[in-house]
């Protein structure tokens, strides 16, 4: 299934092996693999200029950071240091590639792809989500500074016909199988005249009612003694939301806030309403702002959390962190 775990303390081109993987991914080149396995042996998250092999961010998740990595500049590799063993890395790889199928199934485009874990003695295993990399200026949030309003609202009519796809997807496979999204306009790239999503190394997916993705993987980057507050206070919420067509729309509409773009948000209700399944409430934009506000408050919070953790990590403890957070990068 996976396209191949290296061990990197013992790189010898000879003995790795690379099975091919069996669906939607090609094999990643070999000397492309030994650019992520030297990138990340070499890696130093407090200090990105102080490692090895140079890279540039491309973008933060909540659990992954993006980078372009030198020599690598065709892809976009999503590194995620989240797991204790090999097998965990690989059951999530699992996950993913269903997750992707799926997603491609119910009409969705998305990248080529490939993933690589990697281990490294003493550190997380680290799985490596890896993209073809696309051009920033064609993400839907970037298209709507630089497109005229109607153009804008071409796009986000656009992303919601995406999105639907998925929820009609959901009837045809219910009860088996129920797959959710995050609609936010950054997971949307304009290629031609289609829409590729990008966002898929978060895979979010029940089978027969029973969720797929570990939650307690999103809480390994919030400081231990803290997980069960997260988790009580709004981890359920969060994941449950991107099930709900209604709810992937609301976080749509504030995604507008966020991207400064407020002014377009009664037309994209407009549009919004017009796709939404007969039996929910239409959205109206006092509702919007409301929930852009929660929404703000959770994600602060959680960022908050994790900085404060990187704190004690890294001067009380003395220890390596793993994670790169936004808004303290050296370059
Ligand atoms: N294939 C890609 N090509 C170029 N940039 C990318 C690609 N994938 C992700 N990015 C950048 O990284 C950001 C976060 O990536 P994403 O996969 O959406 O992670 P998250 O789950 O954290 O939202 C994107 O909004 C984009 O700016
Ligand atoms: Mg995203």
Redesign the pocket.
């Known amino acids: 299934m996976l396209i191949g775990t290296l061990n990197i303390e013992n790189i010898n081109p000879v003995k790795q092996i690379v099975k091919k993987c069996k669906r939607f991914s090609s094999s990643l080149e070999h000397s492309h693999q030994h650019i992520i396995i030297e990138f990340e042996k070499g890696l130093n998250p407090a200090d990105l200029d102080a490692s090895k092999v140079e890279a540039q961010i491309?973008?933060?998740?909540?659990?992954?950071t993006?980078f372009?990595i030198d020599g690598l500049e065709l892809?976009?590799c999503?590194r995620m240091p989240l797991f204790e063993k090999k097998s965990d890395a690989e059951a999530y790889e699992r996950n993913y590639r269903l997750y992707c199928r799926h997603l491609s199934d119910a009409g969705i485009t998305i990248?080529n792809d490939y993933t690589l874990v990697v281990e490294n003695q003493g550190r997380p295993v680290t799985l490596y989500?890896i993209?073809?990399?696309?051009?920033?200026s064609n993400?839907a949030?970037k298209l709507i500074h630089t497109e005229s309003d109607k153009e804008s609202e071409s796009i986000i009519r656009s992303v919601v016909i995406e999105i639907k796809k998925i929820w009609d997807y959901n009837r045809q496979k219910s009860p088996d199988l129920e797959l959710a999204l995050?609609g936010?306009l950054?997971?949307w790239?304009k290629s031609g005249n289609q829409f590729i999503y990008?966002?898929?190394?978060?895979p979010l997916f029940k089978i027969k009612g029973i969720e797929q993705l570990d939650p307690e993987l999103f809480l390994k980057s919030a400081p231990s003694f803290l997980r069960w507050l997260i988790r009580w206070l709004f981890l359920q919420d969060v994941m449950d939301r991107y099930y709900n067509l209604r709810q992937v729309f609301l976080d749509l509409a504030g995604n507008l806030y966020k991207e400064n773009k407020p002014e377009l948000i009664p037309a994209a209700l407009k549009i919004i309403n017009d796709n939404l399944d007969e039996n929910d409430e239409p959205i109206i934009e006092k509702e919007v702002t409301k929930y852009y506000k929660e929404d703000k408050l959770i994600w602060a919070l959680f960022l908050a959390l994790r900085r404060f953790d990187r704190l004690l990590k890294t001067t009380l403890f003395r220890q390596r962190y793993e994670y790169i957070l936004p808004g303290n990068i050296k370059r």
């Open positions: 491309l973008g933060y998740g909540e659990i992954s993006v372009q892809l976009a999503k990248p989500i993209q073809d990399q696309l051009q920033a993400f949030h995050d936010q950054s997971n790239v990008i966002d898929t190394s978060t």
